[in-house]
């Protein structure tokens, strides 16, 4: 049971650039999350999912778009990346009704 | 005002001592989670709670639901306790909340 997994863990990308991040889970989570953490202001919201097929904006959506084709996976891209969204970035998922939230490892991004 | 408000924001203490954690929640919840996040980035979940108390060996987690209000203790603690706790509100609409986290430092 590998629970949440996002990939890749270090990215390096030049302002303009694009990218997607990947996050997996297989515990049957209907909910699924993308976080952005930086000094000072802990984990803030971009994206979730609260089912298959089903998107909603977080706190702080600009720059981002997400796709959640299936239950399992929930992948986050960013079109034009930005040096404002270097950041480390998490994945996460929990059942709905309230049960324990999982979370991936975490991913290092830097625009340059 | 955030919605999910912890105190405090860094604690130092020496090794051995009761560690007591506090967060404080405006919205309606139905579960709040604590959380660890160690220098190395990774976030574990802790405990889920929607009442009452919970242990998990030195570490334990009570929440009030009529005050709006959960404490993580940590007991006989040690410098491999040190890291970043959150706390976070998984509100009716099944979004989670988090607090900024309290940075705990464990001396020898």
């Known amino acids: 049971n590998a629970g949440v997994t996002q990939t890749p863990k270090f990215q390096v990308l030049k302002t303009g650039q694009s990218m997607t991040l990947q996050c997996a889970q297989d515990?049957?989570?209907?909910?699924m999350y993308w976080y952005r953490q930086d000094p000072g202001m802990g984990l803030r919201l971009i994206y979730y999912s609260a089912s298959e097929g089903t998107t909603d904006k977080g706190e702080v959506p600009n720059g981002y778009n997400v796709s959640r084709l299936n239950k399992r996976e929930f992948s986050l891209r960013l079109e034009s990346a930005a040096p404002s969204q270097t950041s480390v970035y998490f994945c996460?998922?929990?059942?709905?009704?309230?049960?324990?939230?999982?979370f991936g490892q975490g991913t290092r991004l830097t625009v340059v | 005002k955030n919605e999910v408000e912890q105190s405090p924001q860094n604690l130092t203490a020496q090794e051995g001592e009761f560690i007591t954690i506090n967060c404080s929640y405006s919205?309606?919840?139905?579960?709040l989670h604590w959380l660890q996040q160690h220098p190395g980035g990774g976030i574990v979940s802790l405990f889920m709670?929607?009442?009452g108390k919970k242990k998990h060996g030195r570490l334990i987690a009570t929440i009030n639901i009529q005050e709006k209000h959960s404490s993580l203790h940590i007991t006989a603690s040690h410098p491999r306790d040190s890291a970043v706790y959150i706390c976070?509100?998984?509100?009716?609409?099944?979004?989670?909340?988090f607090g900024k986290g309290t940075r705990l430092h464990i001396l020898p």
């Open positions: 709670l929607s009442s």
């Open positions: 976070a509100a998984l509100n009716r609409d099944d979004k989670i909340i």
């Open positions: 996460a998922s929990s059942e709905i009704g309230g049960t324990e939230a999982f």
């Open positions: 515990m049957n989570h209907n909910s």
């Open positions: 919205v309606g919840i139905s579960a």
